[in-house]
């Protein structure tokens, strides 16, 4: 049980310290409530809850290397600049791509509705 109590703990943390990772709790509540009132179906759902977990997962990864990173130094660094830049960039492909993915999920629900 150790274990999880260290990862608890550490999702509380990213919730109270971290910004993009609120806005990424919130983004995955709304698509809930969406799916939730559009029905989606079941396959909708393992993917949307897939690649929700794949953004929050890997925001998580970069918030630890930006840690990391200053640990070995807060003062200006290129290197670390380069570090902390790709790892935000692996975050941002994958929202772009979380993103493209709610689209194609909730657009022909909508479109019914729209109808």
């Given at each position: 049980m150790l274990?999880?109590?260290h990862a608890?703990?550490?999702l509380i943390e990213m919730i109270k310290t971290e910004?993009?990772?609120?806005?990424?709790?919130?983004?995955?509540t709304l698509v809930i409530i969406l799916g939730f009132?559009?029905?989606v179906s079941i396959q909708d759902w393992l993917i949307l809850i897939l690649v929700s977990g794949?953004?929050?997962?890997l925001e998580i990864i970069n918030s630890a290397i930006e840690k990391i990173c200053d640990?070995?130094?807060t003062e200006k660094n290129e290197?670390?600049?380069i570090i902390k830049d790709i790892s935000a960039g692996?975050?941002?492909i994958t929202a772009l791509f979380a993103f493209i993915t709610g689209i194609l999920v909730f657009l022909p629900h909508l479109k019914n509705i729209i109808k």
């Open positions: 274990g999880f109590e608890f703990r550490g910004r993009n990772f609120k806005i990424q709790v919130l983004a995955f009132v559009l029905d794949m953004v929050m997962s640990l070995y130094t290197k670390i600049r692996a975050v941002l």
